[in-house]
């Protein structure tokens, strides 16, 4: 197990820190926020602080305090990457496919017993026949599904995924139970489903912008979606454009929400992109010592070259139709679902810039909007007294320009604050002997 000095001091003050307001996009300087017992006790002109004598006192001078980020779709394998999303001031993870322990390491960061974010998780992936992959929990009988809703209920589960093969009959029951037992149901679009049908049945959120793209890609179109994560990417080449603003108002209708993860088709499928990710330092710190190698990736095995170079176009159109679900109103969330890790999220905010965001909208989804989603904006995603303290300072305003985050002085959890420097320190001595599940 990882180890590292935590302690929660019982006040913890910024002193003439300049404080960003992402809702706003606003930015106060020569602010003192105080932090007692875990929550923001005080927020105001440094001036007029009151300091206890007893309070650990963090500089803040020349940086700047917001809330902490939430990456709302990852796949922690290891202890050892709770520490990643920390060090990128991740302070909430959704968690996508769950097991006992994962639900060990949500219950020790709630203690503040482990270095952690804070850990909402699924169970084990419902799928049908055949599954997507093979480890996946395959239901095919609606009175079946009841019982696996049921089991990962009382396993301590907090929501139900679903998957591409899932049968409208389980679908339809899986829906049913979840939410007679207070779970929202999340993920992919199943294909006997389709968008009508999970945005009828409320589905709590969509991941990767699955089930749009059956309804974009016209009858006559050379590459229609089917089955194929080759076919359902290269298919964005020929959407329709104008069936884009009705799709937009039915999902505002419905109050789902969508989770992109661009980061993924964007590292994993382009050439030279995917060789920049394989030369970048934190790629020895996954897989073993080694990254992935695309050319063994079932999924990726009938993508030719030009398909890989096709596939930035086809992220172009779904970078254009997430801008247009956010100005249309509809909800959306920051996940990276990269083997990364926490190092995948910058990446991901760069590309909702790509894709024309601003940085306050930006900075938004990634903090409030997680906590909206989680139903805990009353207490999380804002600098303001009362709010729990999962903060992050970094030396740039990230209003003015993204790289600040990477400037980053420590991250601030329950109330438990890490310096930059320690968690990197930890970084640096990898994950050898902190693997173990």
Known sequence: MLTLAMMQAATTAFIAVSVVSPTSGRVTTNQTVIVRDGRIAWVGAAGAARVPASAERVDGRGKFLFPGFADMHTHPQRPFDLITFLANGITTIRVMWGDTATIRWRDAAAKGSIPSPRIVTAGAIIDGSPPSQPVMRVVTDPSLARAEVVAQHAAGFDFIKVYNSVPKSVYDTIVTVARQLGLPVAGHVPFEIGL????????????????????????????????????????????????????????????????????????????????????????RLFSAGSPPDRSKISYL????????????????????????????????????????????????????????????????????????????????????????????????DPLASLDGLRLRAGVMVRGYWYPQAALDALIAAGPIGADSR
């Open 301 to 396: 095995a009938d993508f030719t070259e030009a398909d890989f170079a096709a596939s930035q176009r086809a992220l172009d159109a779904q970078l254009d139709f997430a801008r247009a679900l956010g100005q249309g109103g509809a909800k959306l969330l920051i996940g990276t679902d990269s083997w990364l890790q926490g190092f995948a999220f910058q990446d991901e905010l760069a590309l909702f810039e790509r894709g024309g965001f601003s940085r306050s909208e930006i900075l938004t989804i990634a903090t409030a909007r997680g906590a909206e989603y989680l139903g805990q904006s009353r207490v999380r995603g804002r600098v303001a007294v009362g709010q729990e303290a999962d903060l992050q300072l970094v030396g740039g």
């Open 196 to 283: 009508a049908g999970a945005l009828a049945a409320k589905q709590r959120s969509i991941e990767h912008l699955r089930g749009y793209i059956g309804e974009l890609v016209p009858a006559d179109a050379p590459i229609q979606p089917g089955a194929t994560l080759k076919s359902r990417t290269l298919a964005w080449t020929n959407i329709d454009r104008s069936r884009i603003p009705d799709l937009v108002r039915r999902t505002v209708r419905a109050g789902v929400w969508n989770c992109p993860t661009f980061v993924v088709a964007n590292d994993m499928l382009p050439a030279a992109q995917y060789a920049a990710l394989m030369a970048r330092p934190e790629a």
